[in-house]
């Protein structure tokens, strides 16, 4: 995994960790990308067991990291709008707008924009758990060098 990465990712949880643990159990894992020859949703799954959570296969959902952020399956429209409304009682704000798309940005600017692949265990208001907690949300993001793991749990 290369400096870069591993120092973007911890600016990351350094700048957000509080503001997060406010409403949900925030947690951020980092490491190696799992062995080559897996799909996206493999090495999701093997990262999640490597920390102690469960696989959920082809329940990744794979998010376009080049899209707009109201396109359909775009990587920041769906991180915005986890971190915009209570995780809990999405009909309450979390996050304001601009605070929302700051954090959003800053876990997908750690990545290499070339070789970014984002995945999500939640989509649509469908989601498949990889924890044991009531609701959560979370996110993969995988370059070449690095793969982390985003949970927000309540």
Wanted: hydrophobic fraction near 50%; charge should be negative; aromatic fraction near 12%.
């Amino acid at each position: 995994m290369n400096a870069r990465s591993r120092a973007d990712l911890d600016a990351f949880r350094r700048a957000w960790r509080v503001r997060l643990s406010e409403r949900v159990r925030f947690e951020l894992f980092v490491g190696p990308v799992p062995s080559d020859g897996l799909t996206a949703s493999a090495k999701a799954d093997a990262f999640a067991v490597r920390n102690g959570f469960q696989p959920i296969g082809f329940n990744w959902e794979l998010l376009d990291p080049e899209a707009d952020i109201d396109a359909p399956r775009s990587a920041f429209g769906t991180m915005v709008e986890a971190v915009q409304r209570d995780l809990s009682n999405p009909s309450h704000d979390w996050l304001d707008a601009k605070n929302a798309r700051l954090c959003a940005r800053q876990f997908l600017d750690a990545f290499a924009p070339a070789a970014l692949t984002v995945l999500t265990n939640h989509l649509n208001g469908l989601w498949w758990p990889i924890s044991d907690a009531a609701d959560e949300w979370s996110f993969v993001a995988l370059d070449d060098d690095a793969i982390a793991l985003w949970l927000m749990a309540a």
